[in-house]
């Protein structure tokens, strides 16, 4: 097994909404402002208004639960969910804040991004088992997103 690079992408965010405490931890929905993806095989914009992570922090970690609309350069449109976690370091939460940055693999960020569509060109991505690696800065989310393939 191998990774081939797919995407590389960015979000723009918008500050977070603060649902609070519940049974499961911290709750708060981060909504996403755009931005856009560009890879080998694909490339375009994310869709305002239609991508934002309902974000649960527990013991130390934020567990993502994204939901986003890729719209390619030539106008076909891919769901993307994921799940993963991130690593609520100090450099992370100064980055949250607007007063940072962090690279990727500097703390555990990690990513299971699923794609669907029904678009003729792009029902390739439908059958991917992908993982991707994040890294923060002020205002914006960074995402390397890769497809495991057989080596």
């Known amino acids: 097994m191998k990774l ?85 370091t100090d450099r992370v939460k100064a980055a949250l804040a607007g007063t940072g940055q962090t690279e990727f693999e500097e703390q555990y960020f990690f990513t299971s991004p699923r794609m669907q569509t029904g678009d003729p060109r792009y029902l390739w991505v439908n059958n991917l088992v992908c993982i991707g690696r994040g890294r923060v800065g002020p205002g914006r989310v960074e995402y390397d997103m890769y497809a495991v393939v057989n080596g």
């Open 4 to 88: 081939e690079h797919l995407c590389s992408y960015h979000g723009v965010l918008r500050e977070a909404l603060e649902v609070g405490a519940g049974p499961h931890g911290h709750r708060m929905i981060v909504e996403v402002d755009g931005g856009s993806f560009e890879g080998p095989r694909l490339r375009g914009t994310l869709r305002k208004a239609a991508c934002a992570d309902w974000l649960t922090i527990f013991e130390g970690y934020g567990h993502l639960d994204v939901r986003a609309t890729f719209e390619t350069h030539d106008h076909a449109f891919i769901y993307v969910e994921y799940t993963g976690r991130i690593e609520l």
